[in-house]
């Protein structure tokens, strides 16, 4: 098999060892290094040393960013690999044999690197990642705030949407405390539920003991923690984000994305489209097409391949929230899709829509342009009326004509 690197290095990477092995023609060296960034450094110099042309290493956790960054400043060319995509022989697991098997892949060329973004980009994925994993956390907290109140008779959520909101938070210092009085509830309230001041008098008369009111005080208070925290990373991104402001508004306009799904969007694909020669290689990459099943010339059901999840979940919530906009392309994609395919694949498909979208925004510099709800309408007319016209008459209708005058 021909060769394609003359000088490469395979390495196994764990999270107290490297072991690499470098392949110089017909020989290889193996050695041993530790992960301190010290040993790092002896290791690239090593490399640096014998001329190695590429090093490749796979995707094993949070363990390869050490040694990524390490070898990026130093400007060797590095390739992460899905650990997938590379499987040794089964019977022949040792990280010796693992670094030997990286290297004889890559002088082979059979190794596909993964996208690994510039060091800024990846520190504002962290970010971003940080603060929705914030939101989220936020999120289970209030559904252990619901959990206890259950336990304790109250029923506040049976009546208002949000139990964290400013009239539910003073409704529940008073549960905490003295409990709801009559002749104060209309202090605690304000909009809409002033309306509701009966069924929120009857839904505060609980059975709150003191351990459950220390417990609810706890939970309030880790929300707050937690709503302090996403303001400053809501800050700190909007700071480090600021050269993506333009990008930022054109997606905005696409339905469904708001500004912090267009920052999520833009932390995980930056704002460089030509590492992706077309739409159809970002939509595979963040894991919105169809998988490859065809056997014997026949198309086969396939799963959605694996991909970005950031930049999965936060498209397929877009999703969501766009295809509720009458008048729109997206919806008219929904719907058309949704009778035969179901819900779940109907939102994949929308998403799969806004991100080409988004691809084409970013490397054209075009604004974004709403085809129409009507846009389907416009292909096989005729087909469309005679099959109309067919479900009509199984369904009884009779055609009337009338006599010219």
Known sequence: MQSVYERCCGVDVHKKKIVACLVVGKKQELRTFGTMTKDIREMANWLVENGCEMVAMESTGAYWKPLYNVLEVLGLEVMVVNAQHMKAVPGRKTDVKDAEWIADLLRHGLLRASFIPD???????????????????????????????????????????????????????????????????????????????????????????KLQKKLICAILDHIDDMTRRISDMDGIINDEMQKFEEAIRAIDEIPGIARQSAQNILAEIGLDMSRFPTDAHICSWAGLSPGNNESAGKRKSGRTCKGNMMLKTTLVQAAKTAVKKKDSFFKAQYDRLVVRRGANRAT??????????IYHILKDNTPFRDLGADYYNQFNAQKKISAYLKKLTDLGWQPTTTSAV
């Open 119 to 209: 060091r800024e980009q990846r520190e504002l994925r962290e970010i971003s990642r940080y603060r929705k994993s914030l939101t989220e956390e936020r999120a289970r907290e209030n559904n252990r705030l619901q959990k206890i109140l259950e336990g304790c008779n109250i029923k506040l959520s049976s009546v208002v949407s949000d139990i964290t909101g400013l009239s539910s938070r003073r409704l529940l210092q008073k549960v905490v405390g003295n409990g709801v009085c009559e002749d104060e509830i209309n202090d605690l309230l304000h909009g809409r539920l002033l309306g509701k001041r009966e069924e929120l008098l009857l839904a505060c008369d609980g059975v709150v003991t």
């Open 348 to 357: 994949v498909a929308v998403a799969h829509s806004m991100l080409i979208a």
